[in-house]
């Protein structure tokens, strides 16, 4: 395969968006960008979650699988608010990001943990909360204890306050993990179309405006600048040089003259 060039449409549409130019090809390179970041946001709340498990097989019976005693429990708890964090972003509307998914196509049962996993992010982990609500029990219990006790044959009283924090939910994290899984495969399908958009709006934008495409490698997409260190970029290249692009979900074919 030959490359002519690569175009960062995600750049030029920066460019069109400050000038005020096409619109439509502006919004459908939006939504494809969405499509790429909601990907990854399901992605890294399902690497999250998987590796809470890889976690607890290593120290299941091994007191020493970990150097400091709380070791566990807090990279569990961090793996688990990400997972959260990142589910709840990828399908809620707050933010910048167009929603690509939404809960029509979901099962009474998916849409339950869905509903799930946003009321955790609301009201335990983005904000305090116990998450009293939660089918596998609260996140935070909390005992304010009054102590009576003797101390040198006189009666005292002492108040202190305990609390127990559950870092991940097993049984909750398995669920969320399966309906991370169905909405990758729902994302999957709804990115093709997103896709088309973009292909269909260009070629209607160059129609009807040539200078845009004479323009187009003014936007050549710079590897360097894109990635953030030398060797991420160089893995970049390898795989253009290659042909099989990780994340090239989309390539259209071009009709023989």
Do not use: W
Not at 56 to 64: F, I, V
Not at 113 to 138: Q, T
Not at 225 to 232: D, I, K, N, W
């Amino acid at each position: 395969m030959h490359v002519v060039a690569r175009v960062d449409l995600s750049k030029l549409a920066r460019t069109l968006e400050a000038e005020g130019r096409h619109p439509e090809l502006v919004r459908a390179i939006g939504k494809a960008a969405a499509a790429g970041s909601t990907r990854e946001d399901l992605r890294g709340a399902l690497d999250a979650l998987r590796s809470i498990e890889r976690i607890l097989d290593r120290s299941d019976g091994q007191p020493g699988a970990f150097a400091a005693g709380n070791e566990h429990t807090t990279v569990a708890g961090a793996l688990f608010t990400q997972a959260v964090i990142l589910y709840a972003r990828a399908t809620t509307t707050k933010g910048d990001r167009p929603k690509l998914l939404g809960e029509a196509k979901l099962t009474p049962a998916e849409r339950a943990i869905h509903d799930e996993a946003v009321r955790l992010r609301d009201s335990a982990i983005a904000h305090f909360g116990r998450g009293e609500g939660l089918a596998d029990g609260p996140l935070v219990r909390e005992a304010v204890i009054l102590s009576l006790f003797v101390l040198d044959g006189r009666p005292k009283k002492q108040v202190g306050v305990y609390t127990a924090r559950a870092q991940h939910k097993v049984a909750f994290g398995a669920r969320l993990a399966a309906l991370i899984e169905t909405r990758l495969t729902q994302l999957a399908a709804r990115s093709q179309p997103l896709f088309d958009e973009v292909n269909q709006a260009l070629d209607a934008a160059v129609r009807a405006d040539p200078a845009l495409g004479r323009s187009l490698r003014d936007h050549e997409f710079d590897t360097d600048a894109f990635c953030a260190s030398p060797a991420a970029a160089a893995r970049l290249r390898a795989q253009f040089d290659d042909g099989a692009m990780e994340d090239m979900d989309y390539t259209v074919a071009v009709p023989r003259p």
